[in-house]
Protein backbone atom coordinates (compact mmCIF):
# COMPACT_ATOMS: atom_id res chain seq x y z
CA UNK A 1 0.00 0.00 0.00
CA UNK A 2 1.29 2.97 -1.06
CA UNK A 3 1.42 6.38 1.26
CA UNK A 4 -0.91 8.87 -0.74
CA UNK A 5 -0.84 13.21 0.34
CA UNK A 6 -3.97 13.84 1.78
CA UNK A 7 -4.29 16.55 -0.60
CA UNK A 8 -5.10 13.50 -3.36
CA UNK A 9 -7.74 11.64 -3.73
CA UNK A 10 -8.27 7.88 -4.87
CA UNK A 11 -10.89 8.57 -8.06
CA UNK A 12 -9.56 11.87 -9.08
CA UNK A 13 -11.86 13.86 -11.12
CA UNK A 14 -10.01 16.63 -11.32
CA UNK A 15 -6.01 16.81 -11.13
CA UNK A 16 -4.05 19.65 -10.14
CA UNK A 17 0.06 18.84 -10.47
CA UNK A 18 2.71 21.34 -9.76
CA UNK A 19 0.71 24.28 -10.84
CA UNK A 20 1.83 27.80 -10.29
CA UNK A 21 0.45 31.38 -11.53
CA UNK A 22 1.71 34.21 -11.01
CA UNK A 23 0.52 38.51 -12.80
CA UNK A 24 3.61 39.89 -13.32
CA UNK A 25 6.03 39.72 -10.13
CA UNK A 26 3.00 38.53 -8.27
CA UNK A 27 2.84 34.95 -7.06
CA UNK A 28 -0.73 34.02 -6.67
CA UNK A 29 -0.44 30.08 -6.26
CA UNK A 30 2.70 28.91 -6.08
CA UNK A 31 3.47 24.50 -6.44
CA UNK A 32 0.18 23.43 -5.82
CA UNK A 33 -0.68 19.19 -6.43
CA UNK A 34 -4.06 18.60 -5.20
CA UNK A 35 -6.73 16.22 -6.27
CA UNK A 36 -10.83 16.46 -5.99
CA UNK A 37 -12.80 13.51 -6.51
CA UNK A 38 -16.89 13.14 -5.60
CA UNK A 39 -17.90 14.80 -2.72
CA UNK A 40 -17.84 18.19 -1.47
CA UNK A 41 -13.89 19.99 -0.90
CA UNK A 42 -13.84 22.60 0.92
CA UNK A 43 -11.26 24.86 0.03
CA UNK A 44 -10.23 26.89 2.68
CA UNK A 45 -8.26 30.52 3.14
CA UNK A 46 -7.97 33.71 3.87
CA UNK A 47 -8.91 36.46 1.30
CA UNK A 48 -6.12 36.60 -0.36
CA UNK A 49 -4.95 32.72 0.24
CA UNK A 50 -5.22 32.24 -3.71
CA UNK A 51 -8.40 30.41 -3.59
CA UNK A 52 -9.83 31.96 -6.41
CA UNK A 53 -7.13 31.73 -9.06
CA UNK A 54 -7.11 28.16 -8.62
CA UNK A 55 -11.04 27.57 -8.85
CA UNK A 56 -10.54 29.91 -12.19
CA UNK A 57 -7.92 27.48 -13.52
CA UNK A 58 -10.02 24.37 -12.37
CA UNK A 59 -12.83 26.25 -14.06
CA UNK A 60 -9.98 26.89 -17.44
CA UNK A 61 -10.73 31.05 -17.15
CA UNK A 62 -7.33 31.34 -16.49
CA UNK A 63 -4.47 29.11 -17.61
CA UNK A 64 -1.80 28.23 -15.31
CA UNK A 65 1.78 29.68 -15.43
CA UNK A 66 3.56 26.45 -15.17
CA UNK A 67 2.25 23.08 -13.68
CA UNK A 68 -1.01 21.14 -15.85
CA UNK A 69 -4.58 20.86 -14.80
CA UNK A 70 -7.03 18.05 -16.29
CA UNK A 71 -10.26 17.59 -16.00
CA UNK A 72 -10.58 13.74 -16.48
CA UNK A 73 -7.85 13.70 -17.72
CA UNK A 74 -8.42 16.89 -20.36
CA UNK A 75 -7.41 20.38 -20.50
CA UNK A 76 -10.38 22.66 -19.78
CA UNK A 77 -9.41 25.46 -21.52
CA UNK A 78 -9.25 23.27 -25.18
CA UNK A 79 -12.14 21.30 -24.58
CA UNK A 80 -15.56 23.18 -24.06
CA UNK A 81 -17.61 20.35 -24.52
CA UNK A 82 -16.41 19.57 -21.05
CA UNK A 83 -17.99 22.41 -19.64
CA UNK A 84 -21.35 20.56 -20.62
CA UNK A 85 -20.30 19.09 -16.82
CA UNK A 86 -19.21 21.44 -15.27
CA UNK A 87 -20.98 24.33 -13.32
CA UNK A 88 -19.18 27.95 -11.73
CA UNK A 89 -20.31 30.40 -9.55
CA UNK A 90 -17.81 32.58 -9.40
CA UNK A 91 -17.30 35.15 -6.79
CA UNK A 92 -18.09 38.18 -8.49
CA UNK A 93 -21.85 39.42 -8.15
CA UNK A 94 -22.34 39.85 -11.37
CA UNK A 95 -25.29 39.14 -13.53
CA UNK A 96 -26.74 40.64 -16.34
CA UNK A 97 -29.26 43.21 -14.50
CA UNK A 98 -31.33 43.59 -17.72
CA UNK A 99 -32.61 40.19 -17.68
CA UNK A 100 -34.82 39.07 -15.35
CA UNK A 101 -34.44 35.47 -12.84
CA UNK A 102 -36.14 33.45 -15.36
CA UNK A 103 -34.78 34.90 -18.86
CA UNK A 104 -31.10 34.89 -16.87
CA UNK A 105 -30.82 30.67 -16.03
CA UNK A 106 -32.84 30.56 -19.48
CA UNK A 107 -30.27 32.13 -20.91
CA UNK A 108 -27.57 29.87 -18.90
CA UNK A 109 -29.40 26.44 -19.92
CA UNK A 110 -29.16 27.76 -23.94
CA UNK A 111 -26.05 28.27 -23.94
CA UNK A 112 -25.25 24.77 -22.23
CA UNK A 113 -27.02 22.88 -24.66
CA UNK A 114 -30.29 22.00 -22.47
CA UNK A 115 -33.24 20.39 -25.01
CA UNK A 116 -35.88 22.25 -22.76
CA UNK A 117 -33.77 25.58 -21.31
CA UNK A 118 -37.67 26.95 -19.56
CA UNK A 119 -38.23 23.74 -18.25
CA UNK A 120 -34.96 23.19 -16.83
CA UNK A 121 -34.38 27.11 -15.98
CA UNK A 122 -38.27 26.88 -13.89
CA UNK A 123 -36.61 23.73 -12.14
CA UNK A 124 -33.45 25.09 -11.18
CA UNK A 125 -34.91 28.64 -9.56
CA UNK A 126 -37.43 26.29 -7.87
CA UNK A 127 -34.49 24.43 -6.50
CA UNK A 128 -33.12 27.76 -4.48
CA UNK A 129 -36.92 28.56 -3.52
CA UNK A 130 -36.93 31.73 -6.52
CA UNK A 131 -39.80 30.80 -8.74
CA UNK A 132 -42.08 33.97 -6.94
CA UNK A 133 -39.19 36.50 -7.85
CA UNK A 134 -38.38 34.38 -11.46
CA UNK A 135 -40.07 37.41 -13.45
CA UNK A 136 -38.42 40.13 -11.81
CA UNK A 137 -35.31 41.87 -13.23
CA UNK A 138 -31.91 41.10 -11.79
CA UNK A 139 -31.37 44.46 -10.96
CA UNK A 140 -33.52 44.42 -8.93
CA UNK A 141 -32.52 41.58 -6.15
CA UNK A 142 -30.84 41.59 -3.13
CA UNK A 143 -27.43 40.55 -3.15
CA UNK A 144 -28.50 37.07 -1.08
CA UNK A 145 -31.08 36.87 -4.36
CA UNK A 146 -28.45 37.15 -7.17
CA UNK A 147 -26.76 34.64 -5.67
CA UNK A 148 -29.18 32.18 -5.87
CA UNK A 149 -29.83 32.94 -9.04
CA UNK A 150 -26.43 31.95 -10.55
CA UNK A 151 -26.10 28.98 -8.48
CA UNK A 152 -29.09 27.86 -10.50
CA UNK A 153 -27.98 29.06 -13.56
CA UNK A 154 -24.70 26.59 -12.05
CA UNK A 155 -26.86 23.72 -11.71
CA UNK A 156 -29.51 24.39 -14.71
CA UNK A 157 -27.84 21.93 -16.89
CA UNK A 158 -27.42 19.28 -13.82
CA UNK A 159 -23.24 19.40 -14.03
CA UNK A 160 -21.45 16.25 -12.15
CA UNK A 161 -19.16 18.82 -11.37
CA UNK A 162 -19.80 22.24 -9.29
CA UNK A 163 -17.20 25.02 -8.69
CA UNK A 164 -18.40 27.20 -6.00
CA UNK A 165 -16.72 30.77 -4.97
CA UNK A 166 -18.16 31.92 -1.43
CA UNK A 167 -21.21 30.76 -2.31
CA UNK A 168 -22.60 31.25 0.74
CA UNK A 169 -21.83 35.37 0.86
CA UNK A 170 -24.74 37.82 0.62
CA UNK A 171 -27.44 35.07 1.87
CA UNK A 172 -29.50 34.89 5.13
CA UNK A 173 -29.05 32.11 7.64
CA UNK A 174 -32.14 30.44 6.02
CA UNK A 175 -30.64 30.65 2.91
CA UNK A 176 -27.97 29.62 4.05
CA UNK A 177 -28.69 26.25 5.45
CA UNK A 178 -31.32 25.80 2.26
CA UNK A 179 -28.25 26.39 -0.26
CA UNK A 180 -25.72 24.21 2.48
CA UNK A 181 -28.61 21.25 1.64
CA UNK A 182 -28.71 21.80 -1.94
CA UNK A 183 -25.26 21.39 -2.06
CA UNK A 184 -24.59 18.47 0.43
CA UNK A 185 -27.69 16.91 -1.98
CA UNK A 186 -25.39 17.05 -5.08
CA UNK A 187 -22.42 15.61 -3.97
CA UNK A 188 -24.46 12.86 -2.33
CA UNK A 189 -26.04 12.20 -5.88
CA UNK A 190 -22.48 11.50 -6.97
CA UNK A 191 -21.26 15.00 -7.72
CA UNK A 192 -17.65 16.47 -7.54
CA UNK A 193 -18.01 19.61 -5.42
CA UNK A 194 -15.36 22.23 -4.60
CA UNK A 195 -16.50 25.25 -2.29
CA UNK A 196 -14.22 27.91 -0.82
CA UNK A 197 -14.58 29.95 1.87
CA UNK A 198 -12.64 32.30 4.31
CA UNK A 199 -15.49 30.55 7.12
CA UNK A 200 -14.29 27.93 8.86
CA UNK A 201 -17.51 27.31 10.45
CA UNK A 202 -19.09 27.36 6.70
CA UNK A 203 -16.86 24.85 5.18
CA UNK A 204 -17.37 22.39 8.47
CA UNK A 205 -20.95 22.79 7.29
CA UNK A 206 -20.65 21.76 3.94
CA UNK A 207 -17.42 19.65 3.16
CA UNK A 208 -15.84 16.15 4.01
CA UNK A 209 -12.38 17.03 2.77
CA UNK A 210 -10.68 20.47 3.25
CA UNK A 211 -7.54 21.87 1.23
CA UNK A 212 -6.71 24.89 3.75
CA UNK A 213 -4.45 28.01 1.72
CA UNK A 214 -2.44 30.52 2.56
CA UNK A 215 -0.17 33.06 0.57
CA UNK A 216 -0.83 30.54 -2.96
CA UNK A 217 0.26 27.62 -1.04
CA UNK A 218 -1.38 24.50 0.44
CA UNK A 219 -1.05 24.63 4.09
CA UNK A 220 -2.83 22.03 5.37
CA UNK A 221 -4.93 18.68 3.60
CA UNK A 222 -7.26 16.44 5.07
CA UNK A 223 -10.65 15.51 6.74
CA UNK A 224 -12.38 18.23 8.59
CA UNK A 225 -11.31 16.66 11.96
CA UNK A 226 -7.47 16.17 10.66
CA UNK A 227 -7.84 19.82 9.91
CA UNK A 228 -9.71 20.68 13.12
CA UNK A 229 -6.75 18.75 15.03
CA UNK A 230 -3.97 20.68 13.68
CA UNK A 231 -5.68 24.00 14.12
CA UNK A 232 -5.73 23.18 18.16
CA UNK A 233 -2.14 22.49 18.27
CA UNK A 234 -1.57 26.16 17.46
CA UNK A 235 0.17 28.00 20.11
CA UNK A 236 -2.30 30.48 22.30
CA UNK A 237 -0.77 33.40 22.98
CA UNK A 238 -1.48 35.26 26.45
CA UNK A 239 -1.02 38.73 27.59
CA UNK A 240 -0.49 39.18 30.91
CA UNK A 241 0.51 42.80 33.00
CA UNK A 242 1.31 42.00 36.95
CA UNK A 243 2.73 44.33 39.85
CA UNK A 244 6.14 42.68 39.90
CA UNK A 245 6.85 41.07 35.89
CA UNK A 246 10.07 40.00 36.66
CA UNK A 247 9.14 37.77 38.82
CA UNK A 248 6.36 36.89 37.61
CA UNK A 249 8.12 35.78 34.43
CA UNK A 250 10.72 33.76 36.46
CA UNK A 251 8.39 31.88 37.67
CA UNK A 252 6.64 31.54 34.04
CA UNK A 253 9.42 30.56 32.22
CA UNK A 254 10.13 27.69 34.79
CA UNK A 255 6.66 26.45 33.94
CA UNK A 256 6.27 22.70 31.80
CA UNK A 257 3.03 24.58 29.71
CA UNK A 258 4.99 27.72 28.45
CA UNK A 259 7.04 28.05 25.49
CA UNK A 260 8.06 31.46 25.36
CA UNK A 261 8.16 34.78 27.40
CA UNK A 262 8.76 37.88 26.08
CA UNK A 263 8.34 41.44 27.39
CA UNK A 264 6.15 43.81 25.57
CA UNK A 265 5.32 47.18 26.30
CA UNK A 266 5.15 46.87 29.89
CA UNK A 267 3.40 43.29 29.98
CA UNK A 268 4.29 39.61 29.38
CA UNK A 269 3.73 37.96 25.87
CA UNK A 270 3.01 34.30 26.59
CA UNK A 271 3.04 31.53 24.52
CA UNK A 272 1.92 27.75 25.68
CA UNK A 273 0.54 24.75 24.31
CA UNK A 274 -1.68 24.51 26.95
CA UNK A 275 -4.42 27.40 27.80
CA UNK A 276 -6.12 25.37 30.11
CA UNK A 277 -2.60 24.54 32.31
CA UNK A 278 -1.71 28.25 32.71
CA UNK A 279 -5.21 29.81 33.55
CA UNK A 280 -5.57 27.01 36.63
CA UNK A 281 -1.26 27.38 37.23
CA UNK A 282 -1.36 31.02 36.74
CA UNK A 283 -3.51 32.49 39.72
CA UNK A 284 -2.10 29.76 42.02
CA UNK A 285 1.40 30.80 40.95
CA UNK A 286 0.47 34.35 41.90
CA UNK A 287 -0.79 34.36 44.73
CA UNK A 288 1.88 32.19 46.32
CA UNK A 289 4.84 34.67 45.06
CA UNK A 290 2.92 37.75 46.34
CA UNK A 291 2.21 39.07 43.03
CA UNK A 292 -0.64 40.94 41.71
CA UNK A 293 -1.90 40.39 38.16
CA UNK A 294 -4.03 43.35 36.60
CA UNK A 295 -4.40 41.68 33.19
CA UNK A 296 -4.81 38.13 31.54
CA UNK A 297 -5.83 38.36 27.91
CA UNK A 298 -5.78 35.28 25.49
CA UNK A 299 -5.06 37.17 22.09
CA UNK A 300 -7.27 36.78 19.43
CA UNK A 301 -6.22 33.99 16.67
CA UNK A 302 -7.77 35.20 13.37
CA UNK A 303 -8.12 32.90 10.58
CA UNK A 304 -4.36 34.70 8.91
CA UNK A 305 -3.07 33.82 12.24
CA UNK A 306 -4.32 30.12 12.33
CA UNK A 307 -2.58 29.52 8.63
CA UNK A 308 0.38 31.52 8.58
CA UNK A 309 0.78 28.90 11.35
CA UNK A 310 -0.44 26.05 9.42
CA UNK A 311 1.99 27.37 6.67
CA UNK A 312 5.17 27.76 8.82
CA UNK A 313 4.59 24.10 9.83
CA UNK A 314 4.78 22.83 6.50
CA UNK B 1 -32.40 28.54 -29.11
CA UNK B 2 -29.01 27.70 -30.26
CA UNK B 3 -26.03 28.96 -28.49
CA UNK B 4 -25.07 31.81 -31.66
CA UNK B 5 -28.77 32.71 -31.46
CA UNK B 6 -29.00 33.32 -27.70
CA UNK B 7 -26.13 35.10 -27.17
CA UNK B 8 -26.54 37.44 -30.31
CA UNK B 9 -30.21 37.54 -29.06
CA UNK B 10 -28.65 38.92 -25.16
CA UNK B 11 -25.69 40.99 -26.46
CA UNK B 12 -28.54 43.15 -28.52
CA UNK B 13 -31.13 42.93 -25.78
CA UNK B 14 -27.79 44.63 -23.52
CA UNK B 15 -27.02 47.02 -26.24
CA UNK B 16 -30.47 48.53 -27.07
CA UNK B 17 -31.72 48.63 -23.70
CA UNK B 18 -29.38 50.86 -22.39
CA UNK B 19 -29.13 55.10 -22.32
CA UNK B 20 -26.23 54.67 -24.62
CA UNK B 21 -27.92 53.50 -27.54
CA UNK B 22 -30.31 55.93 -27.24
CA UNK B 23 -27.49 58.47 -27.44
CA UNK B 24 -26.28 56.66 -30.44
CA UNK B 25 -29.42 56.81 -31.92
CA UNK B 26 -29.87 60.78 -31.51
CA UNK B 27 -26.05 61.13 -32.62
CA UNK B 28 -27.20 59.06 -35.90
CA UNK B 29 -30.60 60.73 -36.95
CA UNK B 30 -28.54 64.34 -36.44
CA UNK B 31 -27.27 64.89 -40.29
CA UNK B 32 -31.31 63.66 -41.14
CA UNK B 33 -32.18 66.04 -38.81
CA UNK B 34 -30.23 69.11 -40.16
CA UNK B 35 -31.15 67.73 -43.72
CA UNK B 36 -34.97 68.07 -43.28
CA UNK B 37 -34.68 71.33 -41.60
CA UNK B 38 -32.48 72.54 -44.78
CA UNK B 39 -34.95 71.04 -47.15
CA UNK B 40 -38.19 72.37 -45.74
CA UNK B 41 -36.54 75.86 -44.90
CA UNK B 42 -34.25 76.37 -48.45
CA UNK B 43 -35.84 74.52 -51.01
CA UNK B 44 -34.78 71.32 -52.99
CA UNK B 45 -31.36 72.32 -54.76
CA UNK B 46 -29.69 73.96 -51.38
CA UNK B 47 -30.71 70.21 -49.91
CA UNK B 48 -29.27 68.17 -52.46
CA UNK B 49 -26.18 70.16 -52.38
CA UNK B 50 -26.07 70.10 -48.85
CA UNK B 51 -26.63 66.23 -48.76
CA UNK B 52 -24.00 65.50 -51.33
CA UNK B 53 -21.30 67.71 -49.50
CA UNK B 54 -22.41 67.43 -45.97
CA UNK B 55 -24.82 64.48 -44.84
CA UNK B 56 -23.11 61.91 -46.44
CA UNK B 57 -19.63 63.07 -45.15
CA UNK B 58 -20.81 63.38 -41.83
CA UNK B 59 -22.30 59.75 -41.83
CA UNK B 60 -19.86 57.80 -43.24
CA UNK B 61 -16.97 58.99 -42.19
CA UNK B 62 -17.94 59.82 -38.46
CA UNK B 63 -20.90 58.71 -37.42
CA UNK B 64 -21.63 55.70 -38.57
CA UNK B 65 -18.32 54.70 -37.36
CA UNK B 66 -18.36 56.18 -34.79
CA UNK B 67 -21.79 53.97 -33.75
CA UNK B 68 -20.27 50.69 -34.57
CA UNK B 69 -16.60 51.17 -33.02
CA UNK B 70 -19.14 51.80 -29.52
CA UNK B 71 -20.85 48.52 -30.25
CA UNK B 72 -17.92 46.53 -31.82
CA UNK B 73 -15.65 47.50 -28.84
CA UNK B 74 -18.74 47.01 -26.05
CA UNK B 75 -19.57 43.45 -27.46
CA UNK B 76 -16.84 41.72 -24.75
CA UNK B 77 -16.06 45.03 -22.93
CA UNK B 78 -19.59 44.93 -21.42
CA UNK B 79 -19.28 41.33 -20.78
CA UNK B 80 -15.73 42.11 -19.01
CA UNK B 81 -17.11 45.40 -17.00
CA UNK B 82 -20.10 43.09 -15.71
CA UNK B 83 -17.83 40.92 -14.74
CA UNK B 84 -19.93 38.01 -16.58
CA UNK B 85 -17.41 36.43 -19.04
CA UNK B 86 -17.18 33.72 -16.49
CA UNK B 87 -20.75 32.98 -17.36
CA UNK B 88 -20.42 33.40 -21.19
CA UNK B 89 -17.44 31.61 -21.42
CA UNK B 90 -17.91 28.44 -19.13
CA UNK B 91 -20.15 26.80 -21.41
CA UNK B 92 -19.95 23.69 -23.70
CA UNK B 93 -19.76 26.21 -26.73
CA UNK B 94 -16.63 26.87 -29.03
CA UNK B 95 -14.66 30.09 -28.53
CA UNK B 96 -15.67 30.26 -32.34
CA UNK B 97 -19.32 30.33 -32.06
CA UNK B 98 -18.69 33.11 -29.17
CA UNK B 99 -16.76 35.22 -31.42
CA UNK B 100 -18.93 35.18 -34.28
CA UNK B 101 -22.32 35.42 -32.00
CA UNK B 102 -20.39 38.83 -30.54
CA UNK B 103 -19.63 40.08 -34.10
CA UNK B 104 -23.00 39.30 -35.31
CA UNK B 105 -24.53 41.09 -32.52
CA UNK B 106 -22.53 44.53 -32.92
CA UNK B 107 -22.54 44.09 -36.33
CA UNK B 108 -26.35 44.13 -36.16
CA UNK B 109 -26.72 46.48 -33.41
CA UNK B 110 -24.21 49.33 -35.07
CA UNK B 111 -25.85 48.65 -38.83
CA UNK B 112 -29.55 49.05 -37.41
CA UNK B 113 -28.74 52.41 -35.47
CA UNK B 114 -26.49 53.38 -38.00
CA UNK B 115 -28.82 52.61 -40.90
CA UNK B 116 -31.70 54.01 -39.34
CA UNK B 117 -29.39 57.42 -39.25
CA UNK B 118 -28.57 57.30 -42.70
CA UNK B 119 -31.95 56.18 -44.18
CA UNK B 120 -33.36 59.13 -41.89
CA UNK B 121 -31.35 61.22 -44.13
CA UNK B 122 -32.25 59.99 -47.56
CA UNK B 123 -36.01 60.44 -45.94
CA UNK B 124 -34.99 63.84 -45.34
CA UNK B 125 -33.20 64.29 -48.93
CA UNK B 126 -36.91 62.91 -50.52
CA UNK B 127 -38.70 65.23 -48.36
CA UNK B 128 -36.90 68.06 -49.36
CA UNK B 129 -36.27 67.96 -52.93
CA UNK B 130 -38.79 64.58 -54.12
CA UNK B 131 -35.47 62.60 -54.47
CA UNK B 132 -36.04 59.08 -52.64
CA UNK B 133 -32.75 57.35 -54.77
CA UNK B 134 -30.62 57.79 -52.09
CA UNK B 135 -32.56 55.12 -49.46
CA UNK B 136 -30.73 52.01 -50.53
CA UNK B 137 -27.38 53.07 -51.14
CA UNK B 138 -27.74 54.51 -47.41
CA UNK B 139 -28.63 51.76 -46.25
CA UNK B 140 -25.89 49.38 -47.98
CA UNK B 141 -22.87 52.30 -47.54
CA UNK B 142 -24.09 52.19 -43.53
CA UNK B 143 -24.52 48.30 -42.87
CA UNK B 144 -20.70 47.62 -44.77
CA UNK B 145 -19.23 50.62 -42.33
CA UNK B 146 -20.97 49.12 -39.54
CA UNK B 147 -19.84 45.82 -40.47
CA UNK B 148 -16.01 46.71 -40.79
CA UNK B 149 -15.22 48.79 -38.08
CA UNK B 150 -17.76 46.00 -35.60
CA UNK B 151 -15.02 43.52 -36.65
CA UNK B 152 -12.30 45.73 -36.33
CA UNK B 153 -13.30 46.85 -32.65
CA UNK B 154 -14.55 43.29 -31.30
CA UNK B 155 -11.07 42.09 -30.55
CA UNK B 156 -9.59 45.30 -29.41
CA UNK B 157 -12.92 44.84 -26.69
CA UNK B 158 -11.70 42.04 -25.84
CA UNK B 159 -7.42 42.73 -24.64
CA UNK B 160 -7.93 46.74 -23.87
CA UNK B 161 -10.23 48.58 -21.31
CA UNK B 162 -10.73 51.10 -23.19
CA UNK B 163 -11.47 50.51 -26.87
CA UNK B 164 -14.26 52.56 -27.62
CA UNK B 165 -11.62 55.45 -26.44
CA UNK B 166 -8.84 54.24 -28.61
CA UNK B 167 -11.67 53.49 -31.66
CA UNK B 168 -12.61 56.86 -31.43
CA UNK B 169 -9.12 58.20 -31.39
CA UNK B 170 -7.96 56.19 -34.26
CA UNK B 171 -11.35 57.79 -35.79
CA UNK B 172 -10.58 61.54 -35.54
CA UNK B 173 -6.84 61.31 -35.59
CA UNK B 174 -6.08 58.69 -38.05
CA UNK B 175 -8.96 58.73 -40.27
CA UNK B 176 -10.07 62.36 -40.02
CA UNK B 177 -6.50 63.48 -40.83
CA UNK B 178 -3.52 61.22 -41.43
CA UNK B 179 -5.78 58.70 -44.04
CA UNK B 180 -7.48 61.98 -45.89
CA UNK B 181 -3.94 63.12 -46.75
CA UNK B 182 -1.56 60.30 -46.72
CA UNK B 183 -2.22 57.64 -50.01
CA UNK B 184 -1.16 54.62 -48.30
CA UNK B 185 -3.47 55.75 -45.33
CA UNK B 186 -6.36 55.57 -46.88
CA UNK B 187 -6.57 52.41 -48.90
CA UNK B 188 -6.01 51.03 -45.15
CA UNK B 189 -9.01 53.00 -43.73
CA UNK B 190 -12.59 51.01 -42.88
CA UNK B 191 -14.07 54.31 -43.72
CA UNK B 192 -13.49 54.05 -47.80
CA UNK B 193 -15.68 50.33 -47.52
CA UNK B 194 -19.18 52.23 -46.99
CA UNK B 195 -18.27 55.53 -48.73
CA UNK B 196 -16.96 53.12 -51.37
CA UNK B 197 -20.39 50.86 -51.51
CA UNK B 198 -22.34 54.22 -50.65
CA UNK B 199 -21.08 55.99 -54.35
CA UNK B 200 -21.40 52.97 -56.28
CA UNK B 201 -24.86 52.69 -55.45
CA UNK B 202 -25.13 56.23 -55.15
CA UNK B 203 -27.50 58.00 -57.94
CA UNK B 204 -25.69 61.56 -57.37
CA UNK B 205 -22.58 61.91 -60.01
CA UNK B 206 -21.20 64.50 -58.13
CA UNK B 207 -21.04 62.38 -54.82
CA UNK B 208 -17.86 60.52 -55.22
CA UNK B 209 -16.01 64.14 -56.39
CA UNK B 210 -17.02 65.46 -53.42
CA UNK B 211 -16.13 62.71 -51.35
CA UNK B 212 -12.64 62.03 -53.11
CA UNK B 213 -11.65 65.60 -52.50
CA UNK B 214 -12.05 65.20 -49.10
CA UNK B 215 -11.34 61.64 -48.23
CA UNK B 216 -8.90 60.77 -50.74
CA UNK B 217 -9.49 58.38 -54.27
CA UNK B 218 -12.35 56.21 -53.90
CA UNK B 219 -12.83 53.23 -55.93
CA UNK B 220 -16.76 53.12 -56.46
CA UNK B 221 -18.04 49.77 -55.79
CA UNK B 222 -21.07 47.57 -53.91
CA UNK B 223 -19.53 44.20 -54.64
CA UNK B 224 -15.65 45.50 -53.89
CA UNK B 225 -16.87 46.75 -50.49
CA UNK B 226 -19.02 44.10 -49.69
CA UNK B 227 -15.94 41.68 -50.00
CA UNK B 228 -14.09 43.91 -48.23
CA UNK B 229 -15.97 44.24 -45.27
CA UNK B 230 -16.20 40.52 -45.25
CA UNK B 231 -12.52 39.96 -45.22
CA UNK B 232 -12.38 42.17 -42.47
CA UNK B 233 -14.55 40.43 -40.51
CA UNK B 234 -13.48 37.03 -41.31
CA UNK B 235 -10.08 37.91 -40.06
CA UNK B 236 -11.36 39.97 -37.19
CA UNK B 237 -13.75 36.95 -35.63
CA UNK B 238 -10.22 34.70 -36.54
CA UNK B 239 -8.52 36.97 -34.26
CA UNK B 240 -11.32 37.09 -31.50
CA UNK B 241 -11.81 33.60 -31.76
CA UNK B 242 -7.74 32.67 -31.06
CA UNK B 243 -8.00 35.59 -28.30
CA UNK B 244 -10.92 34.00 -26.51
CA UNK B 245 -8.78 30.58 -26.45
CA UNK B 246 -5.34 31.67 -25.45
CA UNK B 247 -5.70 34.94 -23.13
CA UNK B 248 -6.81 34.89 -19.75
CA UNK B 249 -10.47 35.90 -19.27
CA UNK B 250 -11.38 37.19 -16.21
Known amino acids: ?314 | MTPLRAIVVNTLRGFLGGRRSWLLLGLALLPGLIQLISGLVEGGAVSSQLYEEFTVQLLFTLLVPAVAITFGANAFGDEKRGRTMAFLTLRPVSRWTIAAAKLMAAWMGAALVGGVGAVFAAVALGIGNGIWSEIVPGIVGSVLSALAYAAVLLPLGLVMKRATLAGLVYLILVEQFLARNVEQFSNLSPFRIGTSAYVGLSGFDRVIATLSITNGAIDAGAGGAAAKAAIVALVMWGLTGLALRELDLV
Open chain 1, 1 to 314: MTDRSPALVAEPVIEVTDVSKWFGDKVANSKLTCSFGAGVTGLLGPNGAGKTTLLRMLAGLTQPSSGVITVDGMDPRSHPLLFERIGLVPEEDAVYGYLTARQYVTYAGELSGVSNPGQAAADALATVQLTDSADRKLGEFSKGMKQRTRVAAAIVHRPDILILDEPLNGTDPVQRARLIALIRSLAAAGATVIVSSHVLVEVERLADRILAMTSGRLAAAGSVEAIRAAMTDIPYRVRVAADDLRSMGALLIAHDAISSVTLDAGEMLIETDDLGALGRDLPRLAVDSGIRITRFEPEDMSLEAVFAYLDKRR
